[in-house]
């Protein structure tokens, strides 16, 4: 049987490992490399158990990223400085991995046989809307150091994509959330808190909205683009789970029976976009939809840090 190889950047993370369990468990075929530099925020945990080559490195180190990618017929670049609080006190960390490591990777899909890289973007890239929802081929305005810098690796990829006609794919989603999300975002630090009997922080009025999209969705719309979608396109996958800060919040101490008195609001995250909201129709073209309800979802995520929580808690 021939083997195909894909090569998963960031496969230590929060999306990428649930990528790298999604794979592993659909296809018999594949190959697995992960390459990932190991932040604070990739754990090897997330990968136990799986049948993988991992080699820990930089995406903008074209040593070790030629090292991992000489051999790929897929490339998946999930690896990102991905914190917008972070983004905000350290900008120049996200314009290294998010830009400078985007641009290394995509020389080596020109060095290489390549068949097809995606990169995995999001929707913070668009910026806010008040009304509506955005379309691939709305113009992109980023407000925080971490959108833009995502935007700057688009940007890249469309430019190598035009100038050199290489085999690119870009996905933009929503918000995930699911098992194996660092607790720094909003969902998991708020149910270990909450598990806690520790305050929720809330920035401001919490009216800010999201569109929330379960993790595994999110991997079964990057599989649906990696093997039917078009070079050169961009597709966004939305889960079409508009929620305010404030709702998730009452939510998950809902679900862990806490009282609403272990929320508290505070100041407002500089540059706070209101809403993001995705057309996901383009993707649901190719034969994708999310598959999961939003309480069906949220109960699975509740339930996996309940069970994770001792280990998790640490790292806040
Ligand atoms: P994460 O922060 O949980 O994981 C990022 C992983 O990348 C970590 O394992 C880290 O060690 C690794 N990494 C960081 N810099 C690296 C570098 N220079 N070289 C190699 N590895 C590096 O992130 P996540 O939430 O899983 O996000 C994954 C991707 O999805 C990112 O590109 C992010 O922009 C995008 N995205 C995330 C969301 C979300 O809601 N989490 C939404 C839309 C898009």
Redesign the pocket.
Known sequence: MSTLKIMI?????????NFVHYIANKYDDYEITV?????????MTNIEGVDLKFIK????SEKEASEAMKDADYVV???????VDKSITDPASFV???VL?TQNLLELVRKYDVEKYIQ?????VYGSILDGSFKETDNIDPSSP?SAS?AGGDLLVNAYYKTYDIPVMIT??????GPR??PE?LIPLFILKAIHNESLPVYGDGKNVRDWIYVED?CAGVDTVLHKGKIGEVYNIGGGNERNNLEITKLILEKLNKPESLITHVDDRLGHDRRYSLDASKTKKLGWEPKWTFEDAMEETVNWYKNNANRLYKSI
């Open positions: 950047t960031g496969g230590a993370g929060f999306i990428g490992s390459l990932d530099k190991l932040t604070y925020a990739g754990d490195g930089d995406i903008a670049n999930f690896a990102a400085e991905t914190h290294k991995s998010d490591g995995i973007s999001t929707d913070e971490y995502k933009r989603s929503s918000n995930n959330f999300q660092f975002k999110n």
